[in-house]
């Protein structure tokens, strides 16, 4: 992609995002049933973190999956990085104690072999490309370490991918809509699910990354993957 176009993108994501960060949180939960949380803790478990590991969470957001990993048992140090303030504002409000730091997902501001994993949750169909953004959070983490990457994908039989095309083109908008009062925010998320690539494909560009040992799988009835790669 083009610069100007990958530059274009970012200022993209970074005003849909700001416009709806008051209300993230309440339109996660509602429009994902009340599962996102859970899915982010089965991601967490995927990062098999050392006892005292460092974690960075890329596109953090207002730091759900951060915050959860502050609570393992195994009491990582854990850092949060997005592209937008005003998702990182509203993460403060929920955890004082977690460093934050605006930080573009394609240039993180870390040096390298700095963690013992990154995760991302809902990151990848977002960025201008999937393939830089991988190789960056391979750049930060240590030889051995995990890169887990949670996303929702389109689901592939025929039946659950006309109920999902029902609910995503008409359910979500209109309830992330009024919950947020910018609909077409709640638009653009069906549309980027839909043109995604598949999980297969996300498997080929991490290890296209250089990521070692891919594998991947599905959640929620196909709607929901987590993929993880060793460095």
Known sequence: MPNEAAQSQRRTIRALFSRIAHRYDLANRVMAL?????WRRAALCCADLPQGGKLLDVASGTGDLAILAQA????????????TFAM?????????SLPLVVSDGLALSFSDGTFDAATSAFMMRNVPSVLEALREQARVVKPGGKIVCLEMTWPRGRLMGRLFRIYFFGLAPLVGGLLTGDRDAYEYLPRSVKRFMSPPDLADVMAAAGLRQVTWRT?????VAIHVGTK
Do not use: F, I, W, Y
Not at 34 to 38: A, L, N, V
Not at 219 to 223: C, E, P
């Open 34 to 38: 009340g599962q996102d949380q859970r």
């Open 88 to 96: 990182l504002r509203h993460a403060r409000a929920k955890a004082s």
């Open 219 to 223: 959640m929620m009835l196909g709607t």
């Open 72 to 83: 393992l048992p195994e009491s990582p140090s854990v850092a949060a990085s997005d592209l």
